[in-house]
């Protein structure tokens, strides 16, 4: 396909965004359509966590190239990288979890990760947070955290410089024979090619046009704290928690439901229960270091404790191996969608991998695992969650 072709790109998230902004840098004339405003699907609602510390070649090949570009824009705009170390830790009584922590270092290092195995006693001389309950920590180096908001700000301004159309607030159908985009399901205008870049919504666009992808749905919840914090990002593999650095104090999630919701029709308030225990695992493992002090019988003193700042939900993407459904679904037809919650910390990369594919001028190709048309698009599966021990 030749650089001056005409694309459209469907979705205005982070890898959309992207995606459109490479693409026009390449001199293809893109038309950008988003429903909503940019950046206010999932992407509004990620973590900003980032990190190279993968198990496997492909994840680790994709992580590294979207750190660097992180790194390359960090100072743009209102746009920072923030760099801060990741630790991934098992708690007393959960050797599973250890074992599992164990056995993912070594293999990270296979693949030259700067990560290391550590004891309660080194993670506590390093971080202000507790550790008393730690039975066996990695800690990876090359990590850190942005802001999605300020991710899509920067890529808005990125995308308009270079000449990109942006189509706000139109419902969208696709047509695939020849690639084109309807209107309202009216009026459809014509293109060389098409990128799906549309969430969890990607699989009704591309169902309804004829091309099911094995993509669902799942719920996620964060919140922020007001608390003084200063440490790593922290994953507790024994409580399904994570927590990262936030100007107002930190950052914390999960609250996954495996089940599949409604993406057109589901709450995105955070549930009581999640809010509740997401502030316990703060005001838990903050007690640590600078952030707390040992009473008379050894145990850590919380103190007042995180005060919730907001809380809310958002929809992640699942698929039946945890890759992600990257490439082309039909001639002229591209999806990029299913990251376990990996879409913005990947986001730098796939966008310009997605945007070589489609003008085939590909430098960095598309790994074959990310294959879209590796499924049918019928399989019945089990979601698992993104930030897991197994296979990271």
Known sequence: MNESARVAVVGAGAVGLTTAFDLAE????????????????????????????????????????????????????????????YVFLAREGDDAAAAALEESVERMRVHDRAVSLVDAGELADRF????????????AENAGWADPAAYV??????????????????AVTLRTDPPGVAIDDVVTARFDAVVVAAGVHS??????????????????????????YRGPTVYDATDESYLRPHPAGVLAGDGVEPVEPDPDDWDPTADDWFVADALDAV??????????????????????????????????????????????????VYVAAGWHGHGFMWAPAIGE????????????????????????????????????????
């Open 283 to 332: 005001r838990h493992r903050t007690a640590g270091g600078d952030a707390g002090a040992l009473d008379s019988a050894g145990s850590t003193d919380p103190g007042p404790g995180p005060e919730l700042d907001r809380a809310w939900a958002g929809l992640c993407g699942a698929t039946p191996d945890r890759n992600p459904l990257v490439g082309p679904v039909a001639e002229g």
């Open 128 to 139: 202000p947070i507790r550790t008393d309950d730690v039975l066996l920590a990695g800690v």
């Open 26 to 85: 390449r001199g293809a004339r893109v038309t950008l359509f988003e429903r909503d405003a940019p950046g206010g699907g999932s992407t509004g609602r990620a973590a900003g966590i980032c990190y190279d510390a993968y198990a496997e070649d492909i994840d680790v090949a994709v992580a590294e190239s979207a750190m660097a570009r992180f790194r390359s824009l960090s100072g743009e705009g209102e746009f920072a990288f923030h760099e801060t170390p």
């Open 203 to 228: 699989r009704r666009l591309l169902a309804d046009a004829g091309h099911p992808i094995a993509l669902k749905p799942y719920r996620a919840q964060a919140l922020v704290a007001d608390c003084d």
């Open 153 to 170: 700000d920067l890529f808005v301004e990125k995308c308009e410089a270079a000449g990109v159309e942006f189509r706000v607030g139109d």
């Open 353 to 392: 991998r997605l945007a070589e594919a489609v003008l085939g001028d590909g430098q960095e190709a598309i790994p074959a695992a990310f294959d879209p048309r590796r499924f049918d698009g019928d399989e019945e599966f089990a979601v698992v969650e993104g930030m897991t021990l197994d296979g990271d």
